[in-house]
C-alpha cells in the first residue's frame, strides 16, 4: 500500500474514531512514549558468549536450529540492529550477564562495568536503554539445581557475588544512559521430587537476597525486579522463588516484581494481578511471552491474552509504573522475524488498548451502564486499528505490516545465510 493509502485509511479511521470520541492524534503521541524492553537472548537462543559451549539449563529450553543464529556480540548488536529498524518507536534492550563482551576469561562473579562497555557505546549510538539480568544457570555451579537459596556455603557465595555484580553492571548503565536499568532476578532452583523442608530454602533465597541488595544504590540508575515461577522443567514439585514468594520480597523491600506471562497455570489471567499489586508496590517488570500449554515461550501473538495485558496497562493508567519487557525464544523461524512479530504485537496491543473511549466506558460502568460497556467494547473490535497502526509505522519511518517480511528476507539472504 502507498503512502497516499496510509494517510487516506488512516484519516477515514481517525474519523471513525472521533464519533465514539477517541483522539488518534493523541494516542499516537501516547504510544510514542512507551518503551518495549526487547530480550536479546531471541538472537542466540540464551547462548551468551562467556561460554558459549555450556548447554542451557535451568529448566528452561530452545527448540528448533533455524540457521543464522548469532555468534558473536557484534551478530548479535547486527541483528538487533535490523530487528530494531523494523520496530517503531525507541526502545530498550535487556541484555543477561552472559552477553558480557570481553575477550578476557570472566567468571560471573568476577564481571565488571567495563566488560558490557561496547554495549553502552551500542546503546547511546542506537539511541535506546539497557536493562539487565544476572544469569543463575547454565554454569557449572548451579549443576545442583540450587543458586542463591543452596546450602553450600561456596555455591552461595559464588552467587551472591554474582548477584552484587550485576548491580554495579545495571547502575552502569543508568548512569551512561541516563535512564533507570532494570536488574531482573530469576533463579531456577527447586526440586523435582516433593522436599520434606520448604522453609530453609526460603529462609536462604531471602537472606541471600538481602546480602545482594544491601549496598544503597540510586534508583535512579537501577532497581532491582524479581521473577517467580509456578515451576520448570525438573523442577515440578517445588520452586522455591515462587510466585508469593517474590511478591512479598518486592512489597517489603521496595522493588519490582516481574510478572512473566508464562509462569502461571496456562487459565490465569495475569493481566488482574497488575491493579492488585500496584495498590500496594512501587512498580512492576513484566516479561511478556506466549505458553502453549506450559512455560513454553513462544513468539507473543495478537491473541487475548496479550490484549487483556496490554488493556489492563492502558485502562487503569499504569505505564509509568509497568516496565514491559519481552522473554519468548523460537529457533524453528528466523529470529530476527520473532523478534519483530512479538514486539510488534505487544506495541499494537497497547494502541488497541488505547483507542477505546476510556473515560466514557468508566462513566457508563460506574452509572451500572453495562449495555453500553458491553455494546461499545464490542464495536470496538471490528474499527479500523490497522489503519491507525499502518499510519504510525509510516510516520515511524517503519515497513508497514504487509512490507516487513521482505526486509527480513532479504537480510536473511544477505546476511544471516552466510554464518551457516
Ligand atoms: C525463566 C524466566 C527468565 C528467562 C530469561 C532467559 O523461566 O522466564 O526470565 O526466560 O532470563
Ligand atoms: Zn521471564
Same mark, same amino acid.
Given at each position: ?23 488518534? &492524534?493523541?494516542?499516537? @503521541? ?14 542466540? %537462543? ?45 526502545? @530498550? ?7 558480557? %563482551? $570481553? ?5 560471573? %562473579? ?60 545495571? &547502575? ?42 544491601? &549496598? ?7 532497581? &532491582?525486579?524479581? *521473577? ?15 510466585? *508469593? ?21 496456562? $487459565? ?26 506450559? %512455560? ?57 488498548? /488505547? ?38 509505522? /509510516? ?5 508497514? *505490516? ?9 537480510? *536473511? ?8
Amino acid at each position: 500500500m502507498g503512502v497516499n493509502n496510509v494517510e487516506k485509511a488512516y484519516e477515514m479511521a481517525k474519523e471513525k474514531y472521533a464519533s465514539i470520541g477517541v483522539d488518534t &492524534e493523541k494516542i499516537l @503521541k501516547d504510544l510514542e512514549k512507551v518503551k518495549l524492553s526487547i530480550h536479546c537472548w531471541q538472537g542466540d %537462543d540464551i547462548k551468551g558468549f562467556l561460554f558459549p559451549n555450556q548447554e542451557l539449563t535451568g529448566g528452561i529450553s530452545v527448540s528448533g536450529n533455524y540457521p543464522g543464529r548469532a555468534r558473536t556480540p557484534q551478530e548479535l548488536k547486527q541483528d538487533l540492529e535490523k530487528a530494531l529498524s523494523l520496530i517503531p518507536g525507541k526502545h @530498550k534492550v535487556q541484555l543477561h550477564a552472559i552477553y558480557a %563482551d $570481553t575477550e578476557e576469561k570472566v567468571d560471573l %562473579d568476577e564481571l565488571e562495568p567495563r566488560h558490557f562497555k561496547s554495549w553502552v557505546d551500542w546503546a547511546k549510538k542506537e539511541g535506546i536503554g539497557l536493562d539487565f539480568n544476572g544469569t543463575f544457570f547454565s554454569h557449572p555451579k548451579s549443576a545442583s539445581g540450587f543458586t542463591l537459596s543452596s546450602p553450600d556455603k561456596e555455591t552461595h557465595d559464588f552467587w551472591v557475588e554474582h548477584g552484587k555484580r550485576t548491580r554495579k553492571i545495571a &547502575e552502569y548503565f543508568g548512569k551512561e544512559l541516563g535512564q533507570q536499568s532494570i536488574n531482573n532476578f530469576w533463579i531456577p532452583d527447586g526440586f523435582k521430587d516433593n522436599p520434606i523442608d520448604k522453609v530453609l530454602p526460603r529462609t536462604r533465597l531471602k537472606e541471600a537476597l538481602d546480602e545482594i541488595m544491601e &549496598e544503597k544504590i540510586d534508583e535512579k540508575y537501577t532497581i &532491582e525486579a524479581v *521473577e517467580g515461577k509456578l515451576f520448570g522443567t525438573g523442577v515440578e514439585s517445588f520452586t522455591v522463588g515462587s510466585h *508469593e514468594f517474590y511478591m512479598a520480597y518486592a512489597l517489603t523491600r521496595g522493588k519490582l516484581w516481574t510478572i512473566d506471562a508464562g509462569h502461571f497455570h496456562p $487459565t490465569e489471567d495475569v493481566s488482574d494481578k497488575f491493579s492488585a499489586f500496584l495498590q500496594f508496590g512501587k512498580g512492576l517488570m513484566l516479561h511478556v511471552s506466549r505458553p502453549v500449554r506450559w %512455560d513454553s515461550d513462544h513468539v507473543v501473538i495478537l491473541d487475548e491474552r496479550l490484549t487483556r495485558i496490554t488493556r489492563s496497562l492502558v485502562r487503569d493508567n499504569q505505564l509509568d509504573k509497568v516496565n514491559i519487557g519481552l522473554d519468548f525464544f523460537d529457533a524453528t523461524i528466523n529470529r530476527i522475524a520473532a523478534w519483530v512479530i512479538g514486539a510488534r504485537n505487544t506495541l499494537k496491543g497497547l494502541l488497541i488498548g /488505547m483507542l477505546v473511549p476510556i473515560e466514557e466506558l468508566k462513566a457508563a460502568e460506574l452509572s451500572g451502564d453495562y449495555t453500553t460497556r458491553l455494546a461499545v467494547t464490542e464495536a470496538l473490535k471490528t474499527f479500523p486499528a490497522g489503519a491507525v497502526w499502518d499510519y504510525y509505522c /509510516m510516520k515511524h519511518s517503519v515497513p508497514v *505490516e504487509e512490507k516487513w517480511l521482505a526486509e527480513v528476507q532479504q537480510y *536473511e539472504k544477505d546476511i544471516l545465510l552466510n554464518r551457516n
